[in-house]
Nanobody, 121 residues
Framework: QVQLVESGGGLVQPGGSLRLSCVAS????????MGWYRQAPGKERELVAT???????NYADSVKGRFTISRDNAKNTVYLQMASLKPEDTAVYYC???????????????WGQGTQVTVSS
C-alpha cells in the first residue's frame, strides 16, 4: 500500500507565494507521473500540474507562468511552488501519483488527503 501526504497549505494574501509538498511512502518500486489537482467548493476537481519521472511537466492554463511543479525522485516527493497567487486559486490541493509496486508493472493510482490553500486579503 502507498500513502501520499501533502503539506504546506495555508492562508496567503493575493500576490503571495506558497510551496506545497507531497511525500509518497509505502511499497514503492517506482513512481511514474505525479501531479497536483485542486477542488474549490462547488466545483469539480481539476488538474493543476503533472510531472513525469523524467521531469517533463504540464500545467493548466490558469496557472501557467505562476506555478512550478518539481520532484525529488530520491525522496519520493513532488512539490508545487505557487507564486502570484490569486483568490481564484483558493481550493483544497490534492497530490496524485501513479505508483508501480514490486510485484506488478501496472501502476496504481493514489491520492493524498488534500491541503487547504486560501488566498485572501
Amino acid at each position: 500500500q502507498v500513502q501520499l501526504v501533502e503539506s504546506g497549505g495555508g492562508l496567503v494574501q493575493p500576490g503571495g507565494s506558497l510551496r506545497l509538498s507531497c511525500v509518497a511512502s509505502g511499497s514503492i518500486f517506482s513512481i511514474n507521473v505525479m501531479g497536483w489537482y485542486r477542488q474549490a467548493p462547488g466545483k469539480e476537481r481539476e488538474l493543476v500540474a503533472t510531472i513525469s519521472s523524467g521531469g517533463r511537466s504540464n500545467y493548466a492554463d490558469s496557472v501557467k507562468g505562476r506555478f512550478t511543479i518539481s520532484r525529488d525522485n530520491a525522496k519520493n516527493t513532488v512539490y508545487l511552488q505557487m507564486a502570484s497567487l490569486k483568490p481564484e486559486d483558493t481550493a483544497v490541493y490534492y497530490c496524485n501519483a501513479d505508483v508501480s509496486g514490486w510485484t506488478s508493472a501496472i501502476p496504481s493510482n493514489y491520492w493524498g488527503q488534500g491541503t487547504q490553500v486560501t488566498v485572501s486579503s
